[in-house]
């Protein structure tokens, strides 16, 4: 393959890397608390599904294309976060239409009062957006706070472990990296997004905690289950590209 040649390929697998990387990011912001699931016998917002992947990616990118491309890939995916949170707050400010040119799902008659995680409490009519921006809004800024400090910990700490190690134990900077980054990550969007309620008594503490550790629980499972495709990936990439392990 020639140099022009690899360059490219080079370029491809990072931009499909930063693709998942945002794609799953902005899953996470856009579908957030909407539902939560049971998986490995956990309790998870359907938000929290892809996230692992952000760490695989930006594992990948930091083994491959260094820590300069991973912080890059970090700051492009704030400025995503800003992106999504702007148009959610966009569309929930603008006029609604009439009430006879809504579509019948627009509008929801809750027969019971409903606390959301910022703590306001609705009941009766009201608009399926409105929910949906109210139960991820809080969840978008807790994550872009948690974002920012979990995703440079984990570039930081596999960068850290690979000089340490002298690039020996790709078992070890990635699934230390990602272990940490994500208690970082778990404590820092439970505790913001939940907060509010926690601290206006709608919240028991053992509910936050659990709440907290099904979180990380789930996480840690993806970031140890995610090591045998970080050697795959790597290898498979590396050998695309022509880059010696």
Known sequence: MSLEGSNYKKEQIFWVLSGFFLASMAMLNIIGLTKFVSIFGLTVAVGVLPYPITFLCTDLISEI?????ANFLVFLGLFINIFVLFFMWFGDALPSVPVEARPPWQDLNLSQPITLPNGQMISG?????GIIFATTSGAVLASMVAYMFAQFCDVYIFHYLKELTNGKY????NN???LVSQFVDSLAVVGITFGAVFV???????????LFWSNYAFKMIAALL???FFYLF?????????VKA
């Open 176 to 178: 230390a990296s990602t």
């Open 65 to 69: 294309y260094g820590k300069k491309r």
């Open 234 to 242: 790597t290898h498979l990439i590396k050998k695309q590209i022509e």
């Open 170 to 173: 790709m078992w070890l900077r």
């Open 226 to 228: 995610d090591t045998p």
């Open 125 to 129: 009519e009201t608009e399926l957006f």
């Open 200 to 210: 206006k008594g709608q919240m028991d503490f053992s509910i936050l905690l659990t």
